[in-house]
Structures are given as structure tokens and as C-alpha cells.
């Protein structure tokens, strides 16, 4: 059993930041590979950013150079910052853990462990 529990999510205006934060119950999050998704009304999920174990980082191109994810393993904690927000940032977001951590992956179906997701709302 791994429960992924994200919060943070809220209304902003645009170029206004949040921080997203996730925590993992169960195993440990430094076990994981840990990510971000998110969903908008009407599009299809999309990968956002991920963090392996060790630290790397990988970025989906929407998002490059306004988010970062990070990690507290002592906490059991994975967050996004997000900075500069756009209107089209506006979707649910998911917190996602895949128990296999070694490679890269920016697919969905790769990731074993979802949360139950936070909307972000930016407004124009």
C-alpha cells in the first residue's frame, strides 16, 4: 500500500507562483522515481517534471524554466514550485511515484502510484 496525497493547490493570478507538495506514505519516497503530471479540462494528462532517487531532474517543455521539482526524502515529501504561471497551466495536477527509478520516463502508464490530484487555477 502507497498512499500519494498532494496539496497546495489554489487559485493564482498570472505570473504568480505556487508550490506544490506530495507526501508518500507506505515505502519511502527515496525509493522512487517521483513526478508531476497534470490535466486539463478537455486535453489529454501531461507529463511535467520528475526526480529520480539521486536527484536528476527532467522537464517537460511547457514548463522548463518556471518549475522545479525537489525532494525531502526525510519527510517523505516531493514538491513542484511553480513560478511565472500562465493561464494554460490551469489543470489538475498529479502526483506520481514509479517504484522502479533507474531510467527516465515522462509516460504515464510507467508510473505505479498516483495521488488523488490539486487543481491549480491561474487567471488572467
Known amino acids: 500500500q502507497v498512499h500519494l496525497v498532494e496539496s497546495g493547490g489554489g487559485l493564482v493570478q498570472a505570473g504568480g507562483s505556487l508550490r506544490l507538495s506530495c507526501v508518500s506514505s507506505?515505502?519511502?519516497?527515496?525509493?522512487?522515481?517521483m513526478a508531476w503530471f497534470r490535466q486539463a479540462p478537455g486535453k489529454e494528462r501531461e507529463f511535467v517534471a520528475t526526480?529520480?532517487?539521486?536527484?536528476?531532474?527532467y522537464y517537460g517543455d511547457s514548463v522548463k524554466g518556471r518549475f522545479t521539482i525537489s525532494r525531502d526524502n526525510a519527510k517523505n515529501m516531493v514538491y513542484l514550485q511553480m513560478n511565472s504561471l500562465k493561464p494554460e497551466d490551469t489543470a489538475a495536477y498529479y502526483c506520481?511515484?514509479?517504484?522502479?527509478?533507474?531510467?527516465?520516463?515522462?509516460?504515464?502508464?510507467?508510473?505505479?502510484?498516483w495521488g488523488q490530484g490539486t487543481q491549480v487555477t491561474v487567471s488572467s
Open positions: 506520481a511515484a514509479r517504484n522502479r527509478p533507474s531510467y527516465f520516463t515522462s509516460r504515464g502508464n510507467d508510473y505505479d502510484y
Open positions: 507506505g515505502r519511502t519516497v527515496s525509493t522512487y522515481r
Open positions: 526526480s529520480d532517487n539521486f536527484g536528476s531532474t
